[in-house]
């Protein structure tokens, strides 16, 4: 009988982390960028049905890039969570941070034991109330926790476009110009007609719920104005 072959734990690693980084980077990039109100996230989405960012909670956002029906199933089970958090504790106990938490260690277990590990990178986001700041929290296929500030990118080309999104970035900047500055990084760093737009925002205001979807004239008026300038 043939001994079956070995491979030492640490190629056994980097092999994973090469087969995720591969699938990820064949994904649509994603942004998140603070603004004067709240929240903007940003995606290249040419299909309408399909969704990359969705609301999970009050003032909670999920964004997701790589393989859809691997993020898709990790949003539901996150939706999950908080609805139970919600009802069995208090509705201000469902945070960003512990959702992510949860995403994490899903993903650092099914990495770890796994034979294929999950192509995918999240985006969970979170909208400050009473003078706290908002969170931008970034979940790896590894789960690899990371926090950002100002702006976030993730996918295909995350460095690139994130680099160029913190190097024109300032506080302060309305929904507009937000949207306006994110389409045209976007453009400059694909260097490619771009197919659509996915949009959303978390925004303070007097309702409960934060999350709102951006379609259609707002989106394209921002899209002609950012790709014209």
């Known amino acids: ?92 106990d469902v945070t960003a941070l512990g959702l992510a938490t949860a995403f994490s260690q899903t993903l650092g277990v099914i990495f770890s034991h796994e034979t294929k590990p999950f192509e995918v990178e999240l985006l969970i986001c979170e909208l400050g109330e009473n003078g706290q700041p908002n969170q931008m929290l970034q979940i790896s296929y590894d789960g690899t926790l990371l926090e950002g500030r100002g702006v976030v990118a993730i996918g295909g080309k995350a460095d690139i476009l994130g680099e160029g999104l913190r190097e024109r970035f300032r506080d302060g900047l309305e929904l507009d110009a937000a949207l306006r500055l994110g389409m045209k990084v976007f453009a400059e760093t694909e260097r490619r007609p771009l197919d659509g737009w996915e949009a959303a925002v978390l925004e303070r205001g007097p309702a409960r719920r934060c999350f709102r979807r951006l379609a259609g004239p707002e989106l394209e008026r921002a899209s002609a104005q950012a790709l014209s300038s």
């Open 1 to 92: 009988m043939n001994p079956g072959f070995y491979v030492t734990p640490e190629q056994l690693v980097r092999d994973r982390a090469e087969f995720a980084r591969k699938g990820i980077a064949r994904g649509r990039s994603i942004l998140a960028m603070e603004y004067e109100k709240g929240v903007l996230m940003l995606a290249e989405n040419p299909g309408g049905s399909l969704h990359k960012i969705s609301e999970v909670y009050d003032r909670i956002a999920f964004a997701g890039v790589g393989r859809y029906n691997e993020f898709e199933t990790l949003r539901k089970a996150g939706i999950r969570q908080a609805d139970v958090m919600g009802y069995l504790y208090s509705r201000d």
